[in-house]
């Protein structure tokens, strides 16, 4: 991945002009830029009324993960106002202005990169309307611009003194700076301030916030899909007779792809209900009929055979001269994102004969395309409405734009008069695929006389995540598909004769990336037997981890840093009585995370998790406290889906359908997490993704520890050895 | 059916099918959409109302059998206790993407009103039913002991 370090021009990145969105800011193109007639846009991403309120245009979706506020405080850094004088709207549909910048001409949030690409443009939009105000002012009162600053929302300087609000209708009529002056950091007062609040909180606990699921359009339509309990399989007839009793119930229609049948009601439980009534026959002859322990048996003869691909080093290092040679075999099971907010979506026809839809819009380019596609409609005449989004994990976003697609062919097979609401169920949901592949590792260490790693041979297989989709070019190099191996073939410990060796297993049903995408197995296969080593080498897991790591590069010196501070922080090597440590450390979407976890019991008796410290280096740190909580929610997820939850499929039908059976981690699963960042000049990094990875590992570790080397190598854990208390 | 109910401290007239879960006449019929929707099988939480005062699902609380009850919504509450909880909750910024927090705030005010100082173990043993996918846990725990400081003033 790269970071945009240089200070090209804020709006250079899709090539748009300020001329540009100042027009489609006149015009109101859509609801969310006309409802504030008396504000004017500085640029896109800064709008301003005459009472001197600042409208920040957010361009990533906010999930929980925080852009909502952070993206607001780099603009109210450099414009000069408080965050209270600062409030958000999410950006319009239009890859061409609010594009992100790592993903070329597309809108959309992932990979935890919505700081990393807004940090620079988003302090140039506000740096840019500042310099606006203040040639406006100065223009009026007849000074120098030299003389002027903005402080607060207000203009100051030459004796006079007055509200941003004042000058924004001059302002607004000039052209915007490209490359505007941007603050010396040494001067922010909002950036790095662990006291910024959330911009969504207030409205998160009043019941005002609204996810795109309490959206309710006039006259709008409640459909609900049933689908084939195994996926593929195609409609080729239903009867709806008995749905014609439940009240509410409009009517029933296959989709145009014949994927499932719609059954439209007038609202949610009568849909619920009419599609309970209805009976569908299928034609299941190309439907996913496989088992998981079968993909389990293919992916694990995938290790023990020829890998297909030779992802680092193609000479492998023989184990004849090691003294100990120490061998694990790894297996992680499907895991579905399940988000809070069941997905859903709302589409509905526009006054101009176009299409608007309202989605927690993780790339709102992708649903806005295909909807162009399926009703044959021109870019302009279709909009994405992004609404909050209660949680995601990356579920939001498929290479099929899944649900997104689904509401379109539901409202294509209606007259179009009315909205249509689709609505998933968590049954819906934790059914609906797109799951975390399963993968296998097979790592072979052998060690010399003296303990040293002499050589480490890492076979990978699972079903590759991008090849085939939409998404293949982001990540498949050479036939290799960089988020089977990331975090394993780019390993920045300094391994000796290190082989890693990828096999691309057979599609066993539709896999997705989820919070954190490869590294949700790699870190895991890699800490787990870093830790071997150290057992085996008689090593301190952490001095053995800063040995691997003294090689004086910069990824070294940062992960050796995050480990020294974690380990610091955790009081390692001393934990409480009765208490064992585990620890893990590993870089992600650019930003180093090292976690300890204490534990007391053991595996037989049951495990408690009583707290883990967690460091982490994501560069600059805009949002102290946003970060912090984001490395307490990556850490709760990486561990609660390991401590008991997977996905399995017998003869193609899922197992699971709803929380009882696929339990989220709860509030005593987990004791106090402590989270430290490491203070850093570098510019700022992802933080949605990278305190997951560790945190599986870090408690396999500390599980070894109290319950006498006890390796957990598959998932989850609750089914391989380990109850927890 | 036209059902009478006592909500949010008024009487409310609303046409809804008997068996109707509350959660979807406060949702759908009533606009009222503070009350969340996640699971529909008394699993998360987020669904959680208060019938006269205490937390209940409402996604298995049919509407027929709430006549009698008074039903508080995230959008009724008016107590110090509740104020509380909000002001905690802003404070400390408990919310990650929101979706569960209705739900978490309602099981606290119920929690808070029968025992005004829980220890951390009293709140996980009340708190356990209400799941966070954020996992936000750390700071609704640190929540509900800021609120219950706020509480005694």
């Known amino acids: 991945m790269t970071i945009q370090t240089t200070r090209r021009g804020f709006l250079a990145g899709a090539g748009a002009t300020a001329f540009l969105f100042v027009g489609f800011g006149a015009k109101g193109g859509t609801a969310a830029v006309a409802a504030a007639a008396e504000a004017k846009s500085l640029n896109p991403f800064v709008k301003i009324g005459s009472d001197g309120s600042v409208t920040a245009i957010v361009k990533h979706f906010e999930k929980g993960q925080g852009p909502a506020t952070g993206l607001p405080t780099l603009i109210a850094e450099e414009l000069g106002v408080r965050m209270d004088q600062i409030s958000f709207e999410f950006a319009p549909s239009n890859p061409k202005v609010y594009n992100n910048l790592l993903f070329g001409p597309f809108q959309g949030t992932g990979g935890s990169t919505a700081m990393a690409n807004s940090f620079m443009q988003y302090r140039q939009a506000g740096a840019a309307a500042r310099e606006m105000l203040i040639k406006a002012a100065a223009g009026e009162w007849g000074v120098d611009p030299a003389t002027l600053t903005i402080e607060e929302g207000m203009i100051v300087g030459s004796g006079k003194s007055a509200s941003i609000g004042a000058f924004v209708s001059a302002a607004a009529t000039m052209e915007a700076p490209a490359e505007p002056k941007l603050k010396d950091p040494s001067a922010f007062k909002l950036i790095g301030n662990p006291d910024i609040r959330r911009l969504d909180t207030k409205i998160k606990t009043n019941g005002e916030a609204i996810f795109a699921m309490d959206l309710h359009r006039p006259n709008q339509m409640v459909t609900v899909m049933a689908r084939p309990e195994r996926k593929g399989g195609l409609v080729t007839g239903f009867d709806d007779s008995a749905c014609k009793s439940v009240k509410g119930f409009i009517r029933a229609a296959t989709l145009p792809n014949k994927a499932a049948v719609a059954v439209f009601a007038e609202n949610t439980w009568a849909a619920f209900k009419a599609r309970e009534a209805l009976s569908v026959d299928w034609d299941m002859s190309n439907a996913e009929d496989r088992d998981s322990e079968v993909i389990k048996a293919e992916i694990l003869a995938a290790l023990d055979a020829e890998p297909t691909y030779n992802v680092r080093n193609s000479e492998r290092i023989a184990m004849d001269g090691a003294t100990q040679v120490l061998e694990k075999t790894f297996y992680f099971p499907l895991l579905a994102h399940a988000p809070m907010e069941p997905l859903n979506c709302t589409i509905e026809a526009t006054q101009d004969g176009g299409l608007l839809m309202h989605d927690g819009a993780q790339m709102p380019t992708g649903a806005h395309a295909a909807m162009a596609e399926i009703f044959q409609l021109p870019m302009e005449k279709i909009q994405v409405k992004t609404m909050l989004a209660g949680g995601s994990f990356g579920r939001r976003v498929t290479p099929t734009f899944d649900y997104q697609v689904e509401a379109a062919l539901a409202f294509a097979v209606t007259d179009r008069s009315r909205p249509v609401k689709l609505v998933w169920s968590r049954e819906d949901d934790i059914r609906g695929g797109f799951y975390r592949p399963a993968f296998g590792h097979k790592v072979t260490v052998g060690l010399d006389k003296d303990g040293e790693i002499m050589a480490w041979d890492h076979r990978i297989a699972g079903q590759s995540i991008m090849k085939g989709t939409a998404f293949e070019a982001f990540s498949v190099k050479d036939g290799i598909d960089g988020s089977s191996v990331e975090g394993v073939s780019d390993t920045h410990y300094a391994i000796p004769g290190m082989f890693v060796g990828l096999t691309d297993t057979k599609k066993a049903t539709d896999v997705l990336w989820w919070r954190s995408v490869g590294h949700t197995h790699t870190a895991y296969a890699m800490e787990v037997m870093i830790d071997l080593v150290a057992e085996a080498s008689g090593k301190d897991p952490v001095a053995l981890r800063l040995d691997l790591l003294s090689g004086g590069d910069k990824d070294q010196q940062r992960l050796a840093g995050v480990l020294k501070l974690a380990a610091e922080k955790a009081g390692w090597g001393k934990p409480g009585n009765g208490r064992f440590q585990g620890v893990a450390v590993h870089k992600s979407f650019g930003s180093y995370v090292a976690e300890v976890a204490e534990v007391s019991g053991n595996a037989e008796d049951g495990i408690k998790i009583e707290k883990v410290t967690c460091a982490v280096d994501c560069g600059i740190a805009v949002n102290p406290d946003i970060i912090k909580a984001q490395m307490e929610g990556g850490i709760g997820y990486g561990i609660g889906h390991v401590m008991r939850d997977q996905i399995t499929l017998v003869g193609g039908a899922v197992e699971q359908s709803n929380f009882p059976d696929y339990e989220p981690l709860r509030i005593n699963d987990i004791g106090e997490i402590d989270v430290h960042i490491v203070a850093s000049s570098e510019n700022p990094t992802g933080v949605g993704e990278p305190g997951t990875p560790p945190a599986a590992p870090a408690l396999a570790n500390a599980i070894a520890a109290a319950s006498q080397n006890l390796r957990v190598v598959q998932h989850p854990m609750s089914e391989h050895g380990v109850s927890f208390a | ?153």
């Open chain 2, 1 to 153: 059916m036209k059902y009478d109910i006592n909500l949010n401290g008024k009487t409310v007239s609303v046409e809804a099918e008997p068996e109707t879960p509350l959660l979807w006449v406060l949702r759908d019929e009533l606009k009222l959409t503070g009350t969340k929707f996640g699971c529909g099988v008394a699993s998360c939480g987020a669904c959680t109302v208060h019938l006269d005062g205490e937390p209940m699902r409402s996604c298995q609380t049919l509407i027929e059998d709430v006549a009698d009850s008074a039903v508080t919504t995230i959008e009724g509450l008016n107590s110090n206790i509740a104020s509380a909880v909000q002001q905690a909750w802003v404070e400390l910024d408990v919310p990650q993407c929101g979706y569960c927090q209705s739900g978490q705030i309602m099981s606290v005010v119920g929690l808070l009103s029968e025992n005004p100082k829980p220890s951390s173990d009293e709140i996980d043993e009340y708190m356990y039913g209400n799941a966070c996918r954020c996992a936000t846990y750390q700071r609704i725990r640190a929540g509900v002991h800021r609120a219950a400081e706020i509480m005694e003033g």
